[in-house]
């Protein structure tokens, strides 16, 4: 699977944005998809998740704010953010995994956060 994200930019804080990653190729629904943001200088985190039966787990710095979701039809995943703070300004990245081994990553967007 190839997965592009989009929906990045620049905004202040307390605005909103959506983030989207289309997935291209088949199989999208048999796999478990990801957001991970990585801010300058620090590592690679795990925003939010969401398996292939729809449960969703959030990092608790983004739990109340962000919802993660997706759409089998259209083999896209979503990030709605809310009440955004200049500590959520990072590159934010789409990935997939299908079982233990395989795992796709998105390029990234950038969020930027202003105060």
């Known amino acids: 699977v190839q997965l592009q994200a989009s929906g990045g930019g620049l905004v202040q804080a307390g605005g909103s944005l959506r983030l989207s990653c289309a997935a291209s190729g088949s199989g999208f629904s048999i796999y478990n998809m990801y957001w991970y943001r990585q801010a300058p200088g620090t590592e690679r985190e795990l925003v939010a998740a969401?398996?292939?039966?729809?449960?969703?787990n959030y990092a608790d710095s983004v739990k109340g704010r962000f919802t993660i979701s997706r759409d089998n039809a259209k083999k896209t995943m979503y990030l709605h953010m809310n009440s955004l703070k200049p500590e959520d300004t990072a590159v934010y990245y789409c990935?997939?995994?299908?079982?233990?081994?395989?795992?796709?990553w998105g390029q990234g967007t950038q969020v930027t956060v202003s105060s």
């Open positions: 969401i398996s292939i039966g729809g449960s969703t």
């Open positions: 990935a997939a995994t299908l079982g233990p081994s395989r795992q796709y």
